[in-house]
């Protein structure tokens, strides 16, 4: 009997449960519970179930004391430039294998290569003066990143450049690159945080966005009616994409990744010949690669990274960026609506983050508040879309700047 209740108490002791007990142990607890919350969000009320429900999963499995599913010593350490892929090939877990997809920075562009193959650039191409609300919306990253910069100066933060344009990015609502450009800029340390509040501030566009539309636009503002959009030839549609890539591309060279994936995503849409590719690249290949980067980007949310003051600090940046970006936006509608004497709806502005189509969506919603006839959401697709690529012109540029 006493054998038997030994053995017992030796299987306790090596289990998870006993690990709760030690130093640190309640730190895996709580990430448990914030998994099983973010969970409740995905489920429940259907915030990004598409991404957040992997993340979340994979942050309660990482959370697992004892679970080896990622060793973040093999990405992240003092003096350690590079992954260590020969301890990662030998001893990785599950989680190792999936993250090496996003410290290459494979990941991002392929979600882009579906996204491409499912946005519709007809509202841009039809009112190319869209793209400057979608270039304005800009104006929070490149705000809060001079923002944080100001606070590092001043002792209130401790954040480095790099550190600083990493969580910049955020502003544009773009999970995908967010973490594309928090990989690129060897970051590694920040993506749980970065990932999470990313795809929490896409998820809460609904919400975040029309205090701000209401405070910076009037009634009569809202009320404004847009002239219906002219129709787009076939010709211009397969054109663009093309042009886009050797034009950017050219400026920005370290955006080839994911303009260029964009890109060729919308080519396989409007050239028509190959729909196979579009419609694996929008459905079973842009899945795929969501789940394996939501399970492996929630991996590396451990408590004892996740669970400090540098996280709270990256959530608040983030949501100042993104509140700057929508209010650039609408502010610069104010002014195209002054210039064009009233032809454009100052709210079609704010859908210039990146978050497609909940953006746009928001700006017709807004809209029709104020007047039930009016219909803006092909005119906010416009600068939706431009958002798209003008993030990925954001994080070009901080590429760029630090020489990655």
């Not at 003092?78 to 990941?107: Q, R, S, T």
């Not at 490149?142 to 990493?166: N, P």
């Not at 928090?182 to 999470?196: D, F, N």
């Not at 002219?230 to 950017?248: A, D, G, Y």
Request: aromatic share 8%; with cysteine.
């Amino acid at each position: 009997m006493t054998q038997f209740i030994d053995t017992l108490v030796g299987i306790f002791q090596s289990s998870g449960f006993a690990r709760f007990g030690e130093p640190g142990g309640y730190l895996y607890a709580i990430m448990i519970c914030v998994g099983c919350f973010l969970l409740y969000l995905a489920i429940v009320k259907e915030f990004e179930p598409l991404i957040l429900l992997p993340m979340a999963f994979g942050m309660i499995l990482a959370n697992l004391p004892g679970s080896g599913i990622i060793h973040m010593q093999y990405f992240v350490g003092d003096g350690l430039e590079h992954p260590m892929w020969v301890e990662i090939l030998n001893n990785g877990g599950l989680a190792d294998m999936l993250y090496m997809g996003v410290k290459l920075g494979i990941y991002p562009p392929l979600i882009f290569l579906g996204i491409g193959t499912m946005t519709d650039f007809a509202p841009l191409i039809s009112n190319p003066k869209s793209l400057l609300l979608g270039a304005a919306a800009q104006f929070g990253i490149f705000g809060t990143y001079m923002g944080a910069r100001l606070l590092a100066a001043t002792g209130l933060v401790d954040f480095t450049q790099k550190q600083s344009a990493a969580i910049a990015i955020i502003g544009g609502a773009d999970g995908p690159t967010s973490i594309f450009l928090c990989g690129k800029l060897g970051q590694t340390q920040l993506l749980g945080p970065i990932a999470v509040a990313a795809y929490s501030y896409m998820s809460l566009v609904p919400i975040i966005q029309p205090p701000i539309m209401r405070l910076l636009t009037t009634k009569k503002e809202r009320e404004i009616k847009m002239e219906q959009l002219r129709p787009v030839s076939k010709l211009e549609r397969i054109l663009f994409p093309i042009v886009v890539t050797v034009v950017v591309c050219l400026l920005l060279p370290s955006t080839a990744p994911l303009v260029g994936m964009l890109m060729l995503g919308n080519l396989f849409k409007e050239s028509g010949v190959v729909k196979q590719l579009a419609e694996t690249a929008s459905n079973a290949l842009m899945y795929i690669v969501v789940i394996l980067l939501g399970t492996s980007v929630g991996a590396k949310t451990s408590g004892a990274n996740f669970l400090v003051p540098t996280t709270l600090k990256i959530v608040v940046l983030g949501l100042v960026a993104f509140a700057i970006g929508t209010a650039a936006g609408v502010l610069f509608g104010k002014i195209m609506c002054w210039a064009t004497k009233g032809k454009v709806n100052p709210l079609i502005g704010s859908a210039g983050v990146s978050a497609v189509p909940m953006a746009a969506r928001v700006s017709q919603k807004v809209g029709s508040e104020a007047d039930p006839t009016n219909f803006l959401l092909m005119h906010a697709m416009g600068p939706n879309v431009a958002g798209v690529i003008g993030t990925a012109v954001a994080a070009g540029v901080f590429m760029a700047i630090f020489g990655v």
